[in-house]
Structure formats: C-alpha cells, structure tokens
C-alpha cells in the first residue's frame, strides 16, 4: 500500500515537472519566436504606408521645398560642410529643405531608418515607450534630441532581442559603415564612425548633444557636430548594460 502511494506520489510529481516544462517552453517560443513574428509584420506594414504616403504629391502649402527643388526636380546628394567651415554654421543652403517640418506625435512614425550593413529596414517613431514604439518592432526616437539632419545628435533606441529585434546586429557595424534615414522630406546619410561596447543605463552623456560618455570618459566627442547615436541593451537577454554606435552626418538630399 504504501509503496503504491509513493508510485502515485512521484507520478504526479512527474506530471507537474512535464507541464511546467511545456508551460515554459511556450512562454520561450512566445517571447523568442511569436513577438518577433508580429513585430515584424507590424514594422514592415509601417514602412510601406510611410513609403506610400511619402509618394503622394504634398500640398503645395506644406511643401518645405523651394521653387524649383521639389521631389525629382535633379536633386543629387551632396556633402555637408564641417559645423563651422565656411560661412555657415551647418548645412549649406542649397542642400537643406527651407523650413522646420512639424515636431512628430508621439508614438508616431514618421521617418525609415536602413542599415545596410545588417540588413535592416525599420520605422523610426516618437519617443521610446515599450508599448507604443520599441515592442511594436520600431527604433524610437530619444525625445529632446536633435530629429534627423539637424545639428546636435539624433539618438535612437531598439531591441536588441524580442519583438522585432531592428537592434540586434548593430554590434557588428564598422566605422564607414552607411546608415541612411528617410523622412517625407529628405533622406540623410550617416556614416558610422565610433562605438561604446559597454556602459551604463544611466549613462545619459552618450545622448547629449555633443554625445560623450560620463562613465567611460574617452569614449564620445568633444565639439558640435551633425550625429546620430543608436543604443540598445547588451550583453545580447540581458538589460545590464547598453551598446553605442555612434556616426555623423555625412550627405543629404531632398526627396
């Protein structure tokens, strides 16, 4: 009798052991498999209605474009000038859109950012909330820093691992590597040019306008300039710490 207690006892236990198993294998497959499944729908369907939008004509009243420099009117790219070379302090005038185009919503999407380096085509949106913006496949946008072609630094956040992942090789990227960002206006062309494998959460220099590190103090810039920083959390299931890559504006271009 009471050896068939404990037969029935470890039998149970067995069944226990099984199903949480199957229970944790499901929550891996969901966190690992299904979130990047629909994050990557759900980004790649935002880039085409982006790309879609950007195709249609805008009303001429809206149009940051002078006479003459619309969409397909023979632009070409062209270099930016070093932050106070010549006589300007930024972007000659031949080669920026006139005028500031309205600040984003936020959680809206509104630019595409592309590396081709690792093969990634992601919508860019307003802001780095979970819910409305990195979870959804998307890079985010560090509110309060410079938007794309502006001077300063316009700072970009995404998954490393887990829905979408737009952030997972970036490790990989070299100096020279091209990182392009397209909005309705303009496409502008980064060229990366420094990394920080390892800092801190909090280590809020490495987004400043003039991105320095405040723990690992050689690591970042020393004057004003055109940048773009991408972070994102590493070592790759871990939110330890945070990987920086860091490039500068090097060509623009009006649509």
């Known amino acids: 009798m009471r050896r068939r207690l404990l037969v029935r006892a470890l039998w149970g236990f067995a069944e226990v052991v099984v199903s949480l198993g199957v229970v944790l294998l499901l929550l891996v497959a969901h966190q690992l498999w299904w ?33 003459g420099r619309e969409p397909g009117a023979g632009a070409v790219t062209e270099p930016l000038p070093t932050p106070g070379a010549g006589s300007g302090s930024g972007p000659s005038s031949s080669a920026a859109p006139r005028g500031e185009p309205p600040s984003p919503r936020w959680d809206q999407a509104y630019a595409v950012l592309r590396i081709p380096r690792i093969g990634l085509t992601a ?75 390892r800092t801190t959460p909090s280590d809020s220099g490495v987004i400043a306008p003039v991105p320095r ?42 649509r």
């Open 35 to 67: 979130t990047n499944r629909l994050a990557r729908d759900d980004a790649g369907r935002t880039v085409q209605a982006l790309e879609r939008e950007w195709r249609a004509p805008a009303p001429p009243s809206l149009s940051p474009f002078p006479p």
């Open 123 to 197: 919508p860019v949106a307003e802001g780095t909330g979970k819910g409305g913006v990195l979870d959804r496949g998307y890079v985010g946008h560090y509110t309060r820093t410079a938007q794309a072609g502006q001077a300063g630094n316009f700072a970009l956040a995404g998954h490393r691992n887990t829905h979408g992942e737009p952030f997972r090789r970036i490790d990989r990227l070299r100096r020279g590597d091209r990182i392009t960002v397209e909005t309705r206006d303009a496409v502008y062309t980064y060229t990366v040019d420094k990394s920080l494998a």
């Open 213 to 254: 590190s405040g723990v690992t103090t050689s690591a970042g810039y020393g004057e004003p300039g055109y940048y773009l920083t991408l972070t994102t959390c590493t070592p790759e299931f871990s939110s330890r710490y945070r990987l920086v890559v860091w490039g500068k504006l090097t060509a623009m271009r009006p």
